[in-house]
């Protein structure tokens, strides 16, 4: 028996829409660039993922949630930074018109050269700023106009003082929110790697400064730990330090978690000590003060904040790839025999089990209609009943679907059904009445 890991993205893009997890944004126009869409599978696993990460930041004492508005304040962006540092440099080829970053050019003669046709003949550089602009209200002038947020880190920051008066929560404590996020990239690519339109879990953890470096470790560590406990492997994770020259312009330390994706390492997650960058700038710019006063010294201050930014559809790319098995064996005519499966963690599953008869005559279906009942109290559970019953596995494993119940002609006398293990295949004969306590006993470790 051979095991094949994803060498190359396509596979699992076609197997994402066949399956039902990522369909292409607006297919039958064509489709618009970049833009993708959650199928009925995709959205479960995305939800699922949300999930775990929501629990794992916000079911502890010092962290609570936030879901601020995607369009804030213009000024906010200004005071953040992202008006003026928000961008990437970019030329134009004057021949055959292809706009592109200046760090794509091709080096040629020591000269920066168009990578499409490599003309010479290129513009200087311009800054392009990648927040999407809008207009609040209908009328489409200077001072309607609005950002929808590049970050959602943004909106932790300004409610800080709202969030700590109201939680009374004293330092440290964190504020942790999910959503969308908006970059006009010059570049996306990768399928849902980068995209212009993202989903975004960040959390603000917010320090008394002179303890910024033992709760940088703490949050470093939980993080990588958060990743390997929804099963992606451990060899295709590591962190990478960002030198003096990468650090954003609000970070005194930062590390990336990075996963090995079948185009390179690349960033899921930033954890970054953002010093008083932020709270600093909005006090300024606000005019409103932001700081903490800490009724044991007695003292007023900015506190510093630890910040861990991962991108859910990023993270949902190397969960899926990292889930990706090819099996091959080894027929006796000599031929191969390939089975494909998602090895998602059981948590993050769209569904837990499926229900296979192995036919619809009307003895079976009963029995496997009230088993689709009653599990489906408690789970998301798939029925299928049309097709060769080793069709149907192979449909449940591409999807990784945990756990197969097949009802057979034996269960209407011996009122138990077969239970098949997507890893292992394994098959176990479980009674009816212990069915669900099998479940929840296995999809609880
Ligand atoms: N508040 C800090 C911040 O936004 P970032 O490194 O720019 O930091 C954090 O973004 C995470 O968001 C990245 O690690 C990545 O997972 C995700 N992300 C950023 N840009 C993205 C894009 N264009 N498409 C998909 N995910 C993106």
Known sequence: MKKNILSDLSVLVSLCKQRGYIYQSSEIYGGLNSCWDYGPLGVNLKRNIKEAWWKAMTYREDVVGLDASILMHPKVWKASGHIDGFSDPLVDCKDCKNRFRLDHAILKENKNVCPKCESFSITESRQFNLMFKTNLGPVEDEGSQVYLRPETAQGIFVNFDNVQKSTRKKLPFGIAQIGKSFRNEITPGNFIFRTREFEQMEMQYFVTPKDDKKHFEFWKEQRINFCENLGIKKENLRFSQHGPKELAHYAKEAFDIEYKFPFGWQEIEGIHNRSDFDLK??????????????????????????????????????????????????????????RVYLNLHHSLAPYKVAILPLSKKEELTTIAKKLQTDLSKKYHVEYDHSGSIGKRYRRQDEIGTPLCITVDFDSIDDSAITIRHLKTMEQKRIKLDQVMSYISDFLAK
């Open 281 to 338: 700038q909005h006090q300024k710019f606000s005019g409103k003060k932001l700081e903490y006063f800490d009724d044991t010294t007695q003292k007023k201050f900015l506190p510093f904040v630890i910040e861990t930014a991962i991108g859910c559809d990023r993270l949902l790319l190397a969960i899926l790839c990292d889930a990706y098995t090819e099996e091959i064996k080894i027929l006796e005519n000599g031929k191969e025999d390939k």
